[in-house]
């Protein structure tokens, strides 16, 4: 885990989509999807719920984010 994934993750979070996040942060969308399957396997959770209509925190998510 390093800073810049939990960089990505919050902003994910605050956007709701990899598509939104990738536009703000200036990054390719696949490396913030990559990055964000690393931290979760790092830590052992899922942060993120995927869907067609965006990513949403679980409950193990926001207790990380927060």
């Known amino acids: 885990m390093n800073i810049l994934h939990m960089k990505y993750a919050v902003e994910v979070a605050r956007v709701g989509s990899l598509s939104k996040a990738s536009e703000s942060l200036l990054?390719?969308?696949?490396?913030?999807?990559?990055?964000i399957k690393e931290l979760?396997?790092?830590?052992?959770?899922?942060?993120?719920?995927?869907?067609?209509?965006?990513?949403?925190?679980t409950p193990a998510g926001e207790e990380f984010i927060n």
Not at 27 to 35: L, V
């Open 40 to 57: 979760e396997a790092d830590l052992g959770i899922t942060i993120f719920d995927r869907s067609a209509k965006g990513m949403i925190l």
């Open 27 to 35: 990054t390719a969308q696949p490396n913030i999807s990559r990055s």
